[in-house]
């Protein structure tokens, strides 16, 4: 069966604690509005936008649930959780407690949905930085943890909400996934595409971080062989210059030494000087007397 042939439909839950900005980014995303104003869910709020998914050149619609975060009404959500092909897991940066529900929110969800719909988890007010609760550190290990997509947006600013939810529209047509609505699973095994992708992507990782390491360690070796060898050339030549210094001094001091012993040896007359001189001497006398 082709997508053309069904309901192009897709429901998408967004849950988590009350109080971090679930309807407010539901009403942006399809509204276009924003207020500040905080009014509690009471049970679900439905909202529905049209996309259009460009790497599949096709429009599908989103059936957007806004289920309330409130324990008190949990009976009354769980029948909305039936059925979804993709859910938000929302906090808040300002609400430690919200962040720290997370996990148990996507464990209701699977409970209700198994675990083969698209899954995402989102930072609310995210222009809150300033005043943030959790760190940007544990939010990104947790969705490293669960294996799960993480965004985070600003429903104030306008801040990659619309990213998100085309981001759900695009993943679900991938996989297609739809729950009980709309899109059916396509091509079997398609129900564990989830895992698979994740399996998938982990597996491609360490291949990469494998490589990575060997390179780095092939590279740290030819670094290390090339050093060595231009120490031994350094070395090498070192004792070469050491050598020509050393053959030149000694050179040097033969012959200081040589003309020393030239310079304090006395002078000795030849036989012919020496009658000569005597012959000097007698004719001085000579001259007198």
């Known amino acids: 069966m082709s997508l053309d042939d069904i309901d192009d439909s897709l429901k998408v839950i967004v849950v988590g604690d009350g109080n971090v900005g679930k309807t407010s980014m539901l009403r942006r995303y399809v509204k276009g509005t924003y207020t500040e104003q905080y009014k509690k869910t009471i049970g679900a709020e439905y909202l529905e936008k049209e ?30 959780y039936r059925g979804a092909a993709a859910a938000v897991f929302a906090f808040s940066t300002i609400d430690r407690d919200s962040f720290m529900n997370v996990v148990k929110w996507r464990q209701k969800v699977e409970a209700q949905c198994g675990t083969s719909i698209v899954m995402i988890m989102v930072q609310t007010k995210f222009d809150l930085m300033s005043e943030a609760a959790v760190s940007k550190e544990e939010a990104e290990g947790l969705a490293a943890k669960m294996k799960i997509p993480f965004f985070r947006v600003s429903t104030k600013d306008d801040f990659n909400v619309t990213q998100l ?16 609505n ?22 491609t990782k360490d291949k990469s971080d494998k490589k990575e390491k060997k390179d780095k360690k092939d590279k740290d070796e030819k670094k290390e062989d090339k050093e060595k060898d231009d120490k031994k050339d350094k070395d090498k030549s070192d004792k070469k210059d050491k050598d020509k210094s050393e ?14 012993d030239t310079k304090a040896k006395p002078i000795s007359l030849k036989d012919g000087d020496k009658k000569k001189e005597k012959k ?10």
């Open 51 to 80: 996309v259009f998914v460009k790497d599949k050149n096709q429009s599908v619609t989103l059936m957007l649930w806004d289920t309330a975060g409130q324990e008190v009404f949990n009976a009354l959500t769980s029948a909305y």
């Open 165 to 180: 939810f085309d981001f759900i529209a695009n993943e679900c047509l991938r996989a297609g996934v739809s729950g009980d």
């Open 182 to 203: 709309g899109l059916q699973v396509i091509g079997g095994g398609a129900a564990t595409s989830s895992k698979k992708d994740a399996d998938k992507e982990d597996e």
């Open 247 to 260: 053959k030149k001094d000694k050179k040097d001091k033969s012959e200081k030494e040589e003309e020393k």
């Open 280 to 289: 000097e001497k007698k004719k001085s006398i000579c001259s007198i007397l």
